[in-house]
């Protein structure tokens, strides 16, 4: 257990500089946050806080081997939002195996967000991304498709007077078509 719990410290510690705010040179924009975390429901932070790997799930499953229920989450609330991580307050509540009242906890996990399936430079696409394929991964399309309603990249909307009825259609929008196309690509 020694062994394991050194292996996942330098991970812990290069999440936590990520996520601090002098540590994050890529920050998102206001908006942004505010956009994931009204995107994001407290069933699904509870859901990834426990899979995040920092232990909780063994905790919960320790505690509840004896006894099912004696180890719930009873919270989930999101603290930040980095282009490589979400921070989640978890409140967990722990019953005695016999006698005595229960405990609660609360505690701030780190959720690593898995690389965009493509090169990002803009943070706020980057970290919506990461939480779209976090969500698929999870098996939660509902959550997933949320985030992407946000906006994803760059604006794709057609500018106005294209004159897209005019056939053969002129270099211009020849020019904007194909180059859009591309980059999307």
């Keep these: 257990a020694a062994g394991s719990s050194s292996s996942a410290s330098p991970s812990r510690a290069a999440l936590a500089a990520t996520v601090s705010p002098a540590g994050d040179a890529?920050?998102?924009?206001?908006?942004?946050?505010?956009?994931i975390s009204g995107a994001l429901d407290e069933a699904f932070l509870a859901?990834?806080?426990?899979?995040s790997g920092e232990g909780l799930a063994e905790e919960a499953a320790k505690a509840n081997v004896w006894q099912a229920g004696r180890f719930s989450i009873t919270s989930a609330s999101l603290v930040s939002v980095t282009p490589s991580a979400l921070v989640v307050a978890v409140t967990?509540?722990?019953?005695?195996?016999?006698?005595?009242?229960?405990?609660t906890a609360t505690r701030e996990v780190v959720v690593p967000l898995p690389a965009p399936p493509r090169e990002c430079t803009d943070p706020d696409t980057r970290a919506k991304l990461g939480v779209a394929e976090l969500a698929r991964m999870s098996g939660k399309?509902?959550?997933?498709?949320?985030?992407l309603r946000l906006g994803v990249g760059e604006d794709f909307s057609v500018p106005k007077n294209m004159l897209l009825g005019n056939v053969p259609h002129p270099p211009r929008v020849r020019e904007w078509t194909f180059g859009m196309t591309t980059r999307a690509l």
């Design 141 to 147: 399309l509902s959550t997933s498709g949320r985030v």
């Design 92 to 103: 967990t509540l722990e019953k005695p195996l016999f006698v005595g009242s229960p405990r």
């Design 26 to 35: 890529a920050r998102l924009t206001p908006g942004a946050e505010d956009a």
């Design 47 to 51: 859901m990834v806080a426990l899979s």
